[in-house]
């Protein structure tokens, strides 16, 4: 049960998520932490969840559903994207709920993910881009051993203001 913990079960996005998905991928708010600018149609979402049994190697990107074992309810996604098995590495995201941030849960997932990259996909490293105004983010990958290995200068522009983008690896 790698992709298990005390309190956090990761899975495979099912048909029953769809709306859940199509809720999350449509909130404007979360648009600007991942780099997108158009909503997603639900027959895009239901599309990407029936072609989601394709194995990795294949889509280059992994998303798994966050369940909060205790109340048996989705309450995130983790996601691995830009997968490199020459390289052996991947991008790693996290959406969690507000309502269930600040309890642990991001490092718990992040924690289980980093386990199987490692473990069941041989990976050496994991990267991500972060804002360097989601404090929240930074602080979460921070104290999972992420290092801050580069700035990309004005790399965003939001409200007519650029921001930069901090780049964090962890090599596993």
Known sequence: MILKSKNINLRAPEP???ELLYNWENDTDIWRI??????????AIEQ???SSTQDIYTSRQLRLMIDLIKENISIGVIDLF????????S???????KK??????ASESLAIV???TKEILNLHQLWCNISEHNIASIKLFERANYINTGIKKDWMLVNDKWINELFFQKLL
């Open 34 to 43: 991942s780099n997108t600018i158009v909503p997603y149609s639900q027959f």
């Open 91 to 97: 991008g790693v995201g996290i959406l969690i709920l």
């Open 114 to 116: 980093e386990k199987y």
């Open 82 to 89: 830009d997968y490199d098995p020459l390289n052996r590495r």
């Open 48 to 50: 990407y969840v029936l």
């Open 16 to 18: 029953s998520d769809i």
């Open 100 to 105: 269930y941030r600040n309890m642990g849960y």
